[in-house]
């Protein structure tokens, strides 16, 4: 098992900048390749982002690339999602994922564990 607590969630103003921590306890959390995600109200959970095991691989979806920039301390057990240039469009629930599969812990369906999320919200 692996527990994931998200935070660093606010209300914050276009064009600023947000960094959110999970950190990671139970099994090896330097076995596993970390994602984030997020939902927008009304809308499906969707991801964003990905970081290898190693922190050697990341990717992330268009609409955050050059923005968005995931790391990891697996010293701390604890990935991070750098946010900038913040949108309203960015409003959204949080969360981490943990994946033995840097493959697939893109697949929302494939992901092993979860976070429960944290809020953040941008105000136009």
């Known amino acids: 098992q692996v527990q994931l607590v998200e935070s660093g969630g606010g209300l914050v103003q276009t064009g600023t900048s947000l960094r959110l921590s999970c950190v990671g306890s139970?099994?090896?959390?330097?076995?596993?390749?970390m994602g984030w995600f997020r939902q927008a109200p009304g809308e499906e959970r969707a991801f964003v982002g990905a970081i290898s095991a190693y922190g050697d691989r990341s990717f992330y979806v268009d609409s955050v690339k050059g923005r968005f920039t995931i790391s990891r301390d697996n010293a701390k057990n604890t990935v991070y999602l750098q946010m900038n240039s913040l949108k309203p469009e960015d409003t959204a629930v949080y969360y981490c994922?943990?994946?033995?599969?840097?493959?697939?812990?893109?697949?929302?369906?494939?992901?092993?564990?979860w976070g429960k999320g944290t809020l953040v919200t941008v105000s136009s």
């Open positions: 994922a943990a994946d033995k599969s840097f493959i697939n812990i893109g697949n929302i369906r494939a992901v092993d564990y």
């Open positions: 139970g099994r090896s959390f330097s076995d596993y390749a």
